[in-house]
T-cell receptor, first 112, second 111 residues
Framework: QQQVKQSPQSLIVQKGGISIINCAYE??????FPWYQQFPGKGPALLIA?????SEKKEGRFTISFNKSAKQFSLHIMDSQPGDSATYFC???????????FGSGTKLNVKP | DAGITQSPRHKVTETGTPVTLRCHQT?????MYWYRQDPGHGLRLIHY???????DKGEVSDGYSVSRSKTEDFLLTLESATSSQTSVYFC??????????FGPGTRLTVT
């Protein structure tokens, strides 16, 4: 049973458009939600992260929106670029436990 | 890749043979992890370590064992490889849960 459910599995966006990836969780003990970006042939790398005491976090073109009551969070990529084409993973962890639960991943293709 | 190496990078082995994958770090991070990545499943935690000789099971630990005799090395052993263990294996390290640093991965094929 996957602790973090991610959708869509794949996404095609035109250059300049907005990419949106959604994740949902059930365990209310989760209190840290990172997003990782993975390019082909490489390991994932931390992109941006949020804690549930804020509803939004923005870093450049990347924004996490967090809805604690719905137990959902999403990644928005504004002005998507071909260089953003990668697989994105959401994740969640519990305080005092250095374990992460990852979503199933979203393969983003940004067309020029 | 933040001072993490994995060896081998590619391996083809036969069903029933034992296989050991090695993760080596130069960052002196306390925590080390082994994940497998499969299409449709994302990254799934196999085992992790929170110190030398301190390890615990993850979500998909059946058929795998680990050992950590030194801070810098974390070994993953497939005791008797099966075709269902064909996957890409990633090692990761962290000093806190703020960020995990992933290695380059090992592609394992079990025939």
């Amino acid at each position: 049973q996957q602790q973090v459910k991610q959708s869509p599995q794949s996404l095609i966006v035109q250059k300049g458009g907005i990419s949106i990836i959604n994740c949902a969780y059930e365990n209310t003990a989760f209190d840290y939600f990172p997003w990782y970006q993975q390019f082909p042939g490489k390991g994932p790398a931390l992109l941006i992260a949020i804690r549930p005491d804020v509803s939004e976090k923005k870093e450049g073109r990347f924004t996490i929106s967090f809805n604690k009551s719905a137990k959902q969070f999403s990644l928005h990529i504004m002005d998507s670029q071909p260089g953003d084409s990668a697989t994105y993973f959401c994740a969640a962890s519990i305080n005092n436990f250095n374990k992460f639960y990852f979503g199933s991943g979203t393969k983003l293709n940004v067309k020029p | 890749d933040a001072g993490i190496t994995q060896s081998p990078r590619h391996k083809v082995t036969e069903t029933g043979t034992p296989v050991t994958l090695r993760c080596h770090q130069t960052e002196n991070h306390r925590y080390m992890y082994w994940y497998r990545q499969d299409p449709g499943h994302g990254l799934r935690l196999i085992h992790y370590s929170y110190g030398v000789k301190d390890t615990d099971k993850g979500e998909v630990s059946d058929g795998y064992s680990v050992s950590r005799s030194k801070t810098e090395d974390f070994l993953l052993t497939l005791e008797s490889a099966t075709s269902s263990q064909t996957s890409v294996y990633f090692c990761a390290i962290s000093e806190s849960r703020i960020e995990q640093y992933f290695g380059p991965g090992t592609r394992l094929t079990v025939t």
